[in-house]
C-alpha cells in the first residue's frame, strides 16, 4: 500500500481547518516534531479510517476533537496500482 493523500476534520488535536496532506510525490518521508505536535495522530487517522480503530481503542470518542460532535477522515492509497480512496466519518 502506497499512502497518496490524508484529509482530516476534528480528527485529535486537528481541527477543521486543515489542509490535505498530498502524498502523490513523496517517495520517502520522516514525520519529525516535538511531543503532542500530532505526528501519532496522523498514523492513527490511516488506522481509523481503514479499520475502524485505533491505539486508543474501538471507540471512536476517544478520537473527536474536543468539544465537537463531528469528526472525518479521508485516506487515499494505492494498492496493486488501483487507487482507492477511504471515507470514514463519525456524527
Not at 27 to 38: E, Y
Not at 55 to 73: A, K, P, Q
Amino acid at each position: 500500500m502506497i499512502p497518496l493523500s490524508l484529509k482530516l476534520s476534528n480528527f485529535t488535536s486537528y481541527s477543521d481547518n486543515i489542509p490535505q496532506l498530498n502524498l502523490e510525490k513523496i517517495h520517502l518521508a520522516a514525520i519529525s516534531g516535538p511531543n503532542g505536535a500530532g505526528k501519532s495522530s496522523l498514523l492513527d487517522a490511516i488506522t481509523w479510517a481503514l479499520w475502524g480503530w485505533s491505539r486508543s481503542g474501538d471507540s471512536s470518542d476517544n478520537l473527536i476533537r474536543l468539544g465537537e460532535t463531528d469528526m472525518f477522515v479521508e485516506f487515499g492509497f494505492e494498492l496493486d496500482k488501483n487507487k482507492f480512496i477511504v471515507k470514514r466519518r463519525r456524527s
